[in-house]
């Protein structure tokens, strides 16, 4: 990296190959894998290390993979909590099922808290050589007269967000935004959410309970609440639950609903929650007296809800490009996969003329549509269904008692089959992702 004179008055700018904006995983993913390539890489964070991020803490096989492919300590005695598999509660019936056997992703998933979660991502990246500086806001792009994206500006701020400085300017011929989910410098860009994509809330909290070495994921089909205009009676809320336990004494309780309930952005996501938990056993602790950290929320846009990812020299990565799972409300995964494909199509379009460079970057986008386009596609029919509790209540009375529907519905949401030589299920949902329209 070097420096060069600003022209604007502002602080001079580090110059690199590329500037990645935001370190949380897809981030930290794209900068360790361009490092790792040999390029000049800059990973800018506008908090500090370590941060709190809301999340249910759990990652699925696919997750697993994408730590395994960055190198990652992922033993226990790292600090990881393994996983083996869902439990899923509903319509009066438990299910337990295992991660499935694939020659494409482990059999197990893995448990840990955001707060250290991230840190160890972006270390890792700094370890393979990026340059990550932390307390770095960026609020815009820099643009050249075409339009075309040449760098970012960025205030330094202090431990509370405020500025603690003078604007510094950054320059590359390539950025990528992963500064999730609002994504200031896509809307910086003239890119904005798309309202025909789906969108989740997820409120979560911690409570001290014995259930914190569960070792199975517990997801709940049916959160029930007291019904004020009856008594004894009971309402169906909107969305669904989670229960993780965290190893450490602490279980991650949480809860999401989709923007395709009749709810969504009309009630209080913690009285929800609150409400939830007043019906789950005394013993397992989730009372007031118990919770650790205040309840808080976070959006998770899905379904690609941003689109393109790839223009004038910006790709989008993770949170930022929508790139939640629809199915389940998962992320990081998917993040960190969108790094990866980016700091491939990246470290090869950038050893190219600068003239050549575009139709190397363009197979960005079509990588994403490729590997998540029919299958977000899929996920979109999916939440306009469960969005009617109705249906909701329908699929889990009568879903939940059929084993093999289970497994090939587990399949189906946590995107886990083999792409090759897999069962009959794994056909089947390849099958479907391949002939609907790419998201």
């Known amino acids: 990296m070097s420096q060069i004179a600003s022209t604007t008055g502002r602080q001079q700018a580090d110059t690199a190959d590329v500037i990645v904006v935001g370190a949380g995983p897809a981030g930290s993913s794209a900068a360790y894998h361009l490092a790792n390539a040999g390029l000049d890489v800059l990973l800018l964070e506008k908090t500090a290390f370590p941060r709190e991020k809301v999340c249910g803490d759990g990652l699925t096989p696919r997750g697993t993979k994408q730590l395994i492919n960055m190198g990652i300590d992922i033993s226990p005695e790292a600090g990881w909590i393994q996983n083996y598999g869902l439990r899923i509660q509903g319509a009066g019936h438990v299910l337990q099922l295992d991660w499935p056997e694939l020659s494409s992703h482990p059999n197990y998933g893995l448990t840990r808290n955001r707060m250290d979660f991230d840190d160890l991502l972006a270390r890792q990246a700094v370890k ?55 994504s200031r410098l896509s809307i910086g860009m003239g890119i904005h959410k798309r309202d025909d994509r789906p969108m989740g809330v997820a409120v979560r909290t911690y409570f001290t309970s014995p259930r914190h070495d569960d070792d199975y994921l517990e997801s709940w089909l049916e959160l029930w609440a007291d019904d004020p205009k009856q008594p004894g009676g009971r309402n169906l809320l909107p969305g ?70 790839y223009t004038r020299g910006l790709m989008l990565l993770g949170d930022a490009g929508g790139m939640v799972n629809p199915f389940n409300g998962e992320g ?48 979109r029919v999916f939440v306009k269904l469960i969005g009617n509790p109705e249906v909701m209540r329908l699929c889990t009375k009568y879903g939940l008692p059929r084993t093999t529907l289970m497994k090939f519905t587990l399949k189906l949401l946590a995107n886990l089959t083999d792409p090759r030589d897999g069962d009959v299920m794994d056909k089947i949902i390849n099958g479907l992702t391949k002939v609907a329209p790419a998201a």
Request: glycine share 12%.
């Open 128 to 182: 393979a050589g990026a340059k990550l500086r932390e307390r770095t806001n960026v609020t815009g792009p820099i643009l050249d007269a075409k339009g075309h994206i040449i760098g970012v500006v960025a205030k330094p701020v202090d431990d509370n967000g405020r500025r603690a400085g003078d604007d510094i300017e950054f320059r590359a011929p390539l950025v990528m935004a992963a500064d999730g989910n609002s």
């Open 240 to 309: 669904y639950g989670w229960i993780f336990g965290m190893g450490d004494g602490t279980v991650n309780v949480g809860l999401g609903i989709l923007n395709t309930s009749d709810a969504f952005g009309k009630v209080d996501y913690s009285d929800l929650l609150k409400q939830w938990l007043k019906h789950t056993p005394e013993e397992w602790q989730f009372r007031d007296e118990f919770q650790t950290i205040p309840i808080r929320g976070a959006a998770l846009p899905m379904g690609f809800n941003r689109q393109p990812h």
């Open 332 to 379: 990081i995964p998917y993040a960190m996969e969108s790094g990866a494909f980016a700091a491939e199509v990246a470290a090869q379009a950038l050893r190219r003329l600068p003239g050549q460079r575009e139709r190397a970057l363009s197979a960005y986008p079509k990588a994403l549509k490729q590997e998540y386009g029919g299958y977000y596609t899929l996920g």
